[in-house]
């Protein structure tokens, strides 16, 4: 049959076309929106199953709302085991539930003058200089957007080895199911042929339960990150580089509930926020191998996580895998083996270092940066130190996520670390150690900063001055050597006798000339080794177990 041109298709084609598609889709519309989904032709072998299921005969309405919200579920990177967009947008949905204005062109150009006072203060006391992109105030959303990119790297690691482990989950559970648990998946029995086997679907389903459980935890992370964004009060609180290119950035929303409580001038706590968020990111600016080393620890760390599939079977054997809510809840919790492995181990050391570092510098610089203009300085840095000291809600859950905390120790050492070297040298000397990652100090230097500054400086390490103590202590050591080596010569073998006034000699001491006199030390004379020689009759030599003391040689009687 010749082609005859369809005048309602302007793409061309026979004019039998869309009775084909009609027959094709058994006027119910049912291979179309499985083919939506799938992103190809569906099995002919599910759809004649999900049509003898009734599926074909559901209201085209309803049909439509059903294929809405699967795409709006597998809506995304379909080849990502993160769906970023998803976490975008319940991050959005949480801190717009909350409350979350835009922030005024009046409040933009506050943070403008506060970030230019702030590094002005900065220039005084470091050389690294400010980077040259321009401050911003965000709102909570805002803040969302612009750290998502760097929030998909750190939580991909994670994302690909919860979303295999929940679609094994799941795939062993429906190859498990026989005609009895057809309920478990919403269909009413005998809607499916005698004799159907269930498993056949998996190869079918693969794909789709992978993307699901990439679209769940991407749920999951959003409500995570959007929690984030309702207390972060700048772009890097949290400790890593967030924002790229690296900027000053404050909510201030978020600073005004920080400063609430405190009984401080809002004023004067923006301030002292602003130049912490500057001198963080002068230092991830000028430092190009910082932000990229901690990333790399954290990514590091993610990357050999254990998932705990054992957890994640026992949870999704009992729910309803087409109930999307409850498979969401599956993933809420701790999914991760407790017990890190020995690499995790070492990038977690490697990154609690690093971060204390950071955040030692940054105490060290912001204290010398306000000394002399804010009042309520001391009492402002001690808030803070509180503040990352307590795990609030949202961290707990980001910690659940990606089984990391990002509140590392020794963070006071390590400013102190910092402020001693500046102090034996300059605070360019203090910097320059950033200057590769073969110089920066390690955790032993943390515990030994002495040690680590004389290697910086090349001064010798200062010993602590002496008191009556270490006089005291002194002299009895010395007494005590003197005494243990004069033990010593008088226990030496051929030590001389003269002027030995007892006939009998001692018995550790060999006599001169005696050729029956054992020296002492040799392996046959009784006071030594007589645990060993010592039959078990003799055990009653003497009361106290010892061997009676040796008579005198023939010669001598």
Same mark, same amino acid.
């Given at each position: 049959m010749p082609d005859v041109p369809n005048p309602m298709n302007p793409y061309g084609g026979r004019d039998d076309d869309d009775d084909r598609d009609e027959n094709r889709n058994n006027g119910d519309g049912l291979e179309d929106m499985l083919r939506n989904l799938m992103g190809g032709a569906p099995d002919a072998g599910m759809v004649d199953a999900l049509r003898q299921m009734g599926l074909g005969n559901i209201d085209p309405a309803q049909l439509g709302m059903m294929q809405a919200q699967f795409q709006a579920m597998m809506s995304g990177d379909t080849g990502s085991a993160f769906n970023e967009r998803m976490a975008g947008d319940v991050a959005r949905r949480v801190v717009a539930a909350e409350g979350d204005p835009s922030v005024p062109a009046s409040t933009q150009s506050d943070v403008a003058q506060v970030a230019q006072v702030a590094n002005l203060w900065l220039d005084a006391v470091t050389d690294f200089a400010a980077p040259s992109a321009r401050p911003r105030a965000l709102s909570r959303s805002e803040w969302i957007e612009a750290t998502m990119p760097?929030?998909?790297?750190?939580?991909?690691?994670?994302?690909?080895g919860v979303g295999n482990a929940v679609s094994d989950a799941m795939m062993k559970q429906l190859g498990q199911m026989d005609a009895g648990d057809l309920s478990q998946l919403g269909i009413p029995e005998g809607m499916l042929p005698a004799g159907f086997d269930i498993s056949s679907l998996s190869s079918q389903m693969t794909?789709?339960?992978?993307?699901?459980s990439s679209s769940m935890f991407g749920m999951q992370v959003g409500q995570a990150i959007g929690a984030?964004?309702?207390?972060?009060?700048?772009?890097t609180e949290v400790g890593l580089p967030?924002?790229?290119?690296?900027?000053?950035?404050?909510?201030?929303?978020?600073?005004? *509930?920080?400063?609430?409580?405190?009984?401080?001038?809002? #004023?004067?706590?923006?301030?002292?926020?602003?130049?912490?968020?500057?001198?963080r990111v002068r230092l991830y600016e000028r430092v190009p191998w910082l932000g990229a080393a901690l990333i790399a620890a954290v990514q590091s760390?993610? #990357?050999?996580?254990?998932?705990?599939?054992?957890?994640?079977?026992?949870?999704?054997?009992?729910?309803?895998? *087409?109930d999307a809510e409850a498979m969401q809840e599956a993933l809420a919790g701790n999914l991760f083996s407790p017990e890190p492995s020995p690499e995790q181990k070492r990038a977690l050391a490697h990154l609690e270092t690093l971060l204390a570092l950071v955040e030692g510098w940054v105490d060290v610089v912001t204290d010398e940066a306000v000394r002399g203009h804010l009042p309520n300085a001391a009492a402002l840095s001690e808030a803070v130190r509180r503040r990352r000291a307590s795990a609030g809600p949202a961290e707990k859950t980001f910690s659940s996520l990606v089984g990391l905390e990002l509140r590392p120790r020794q963070m006071r050492e390590a400013a102190d670390l910092w402020r001693k070297l500046a102090e034996a040298s300059d605070a360019a000397t203090r910097d320059e150690a950033w200057g590769h990652p073969d110089f920066i100090p390690t955790a032993d230097d943390i515990a030994d900063p002495e040690g680590y500054i004389a290697k910086r400086t090349g001064a010798e390490v200062a010993q602590p001055e002496r008191d009556a103590m270490d006089d005291e202590l002194e002299a009895l050591l010395t007494q005590g050597r003197a005494e243990w080596d004069a033990d010593r010569a008088d226990d030496a073998p051929g030590a001389s006798t003269a002027g030995a006034t007892s006939d009998?000699?001692?018995?550790?001491?060999?006599?001169?000339g005696?050729?029956?006199?054992?020296? *002492?030390?040799?392996? *046959?004379?009784?006071?030594?080794?007589?645990?060993?020689?010592?039959s078990e009759g003799d055990e009653d030599k003497d009361d106290d177990g010892d061997d009676a003391p040796s008579g005198p040689s023939d010669s001598e009687k």
């Open positions: 760097t929030w998909r790297k750190v939580v991909e690691p994670v994302a690909t794909p789709m339960l992978k993307q699901m984030l964004a309702g207390e972060s009060v700048t772009g967030l924002v790229t290119p690296n900027a000053v950035m404050i909510l201030p929303g978020n600073v005004a *509930s920080f400063a609430d409580g405190l009984g401080v001038d809002a #004023g004067e706590v923006h301030l002292y926020l602003a130049v912490r968020e500057a001198a760390y993610a #990357g050999d996580i254990r998932i705990d599939t054992e957890a994640i079977e026992e949870k999704v054997r009992d729910i309803d895998p *087409s009998t000699p001692d018995s550790g001491d060999a006599k001169a005696d050729p029956d006199a054992r020296p *002492s030390g040799d392996a *046959s004379d009784p006071r030594h080794g007589a645990a060993e020689n010592r």
